[in-house]
């Protein structure tokens, strides 16, 4: 886990708002029951920020309020920061439980002086790099349902996540347009994969033996 510095954990929480690579959470306790929702939400962004362009972050720390319409920076408390801070392998392992592969992602932490004259919180950064080659689906559904009325997981088996690029950002399961996205960004990198081991399209190598051929002629 890599400590980053005070402006990094400025530029994240200050003056900025969630986004399709961009997402607030309060702290919570990794092993604790109450918090197992908390939990699968954010093994949920992590799979959907995976599947999406350029990765993005998850900052723990953040809470919603509702009274005045915004997150306010609270920071995470020692507990919260030491679980996270010397537990990365068994993290990563119940992530992958439900993952067709593990997710690429980094845990970090640093402190931040919010208001002046008050004391420095501090707040843990997930961040979170886009698939390497093939996209990453579940295998599994989660332990807790959603509070909406309904009957769903909030993370459920064989289900593709995407962050949304609609205004109110989540985590959800890919629409055909998102899946459209995923599918042209697989195939882009499995052409530099295969360029990588030596590989070359047919027309190109056409273009080639032709020149070739003509060269001798």
Known sequence: MRQINEQEILNSILAREESRNFEFKP???????????LKEEVIKSIVAMSNTPSGGDIVLGIVWNQRIRRHEPRGVNSKHLTYF????????????????????????WGEARIEKGKPRKRFIRIRVTEFSIYPILTIDHGKEREDTGTKDFVIKEDTLYVRTKKATWSSRKATWKEFEEVIRLTADKYRKQLKVRGYVKLDSLSVRLKEEREDYE
């Open 27 to 37: 702290g919570f306790q990794w092993t604790e029951l109450k918090s197992r929702k």
């Open 85 to 108: 801070t010397e537990n990365y392998e068994q993290i990563e392992q119940q992530i992958h439980k439900i993952c067709s592969q593990t997710p690429d992602f980094e845990i970090q």
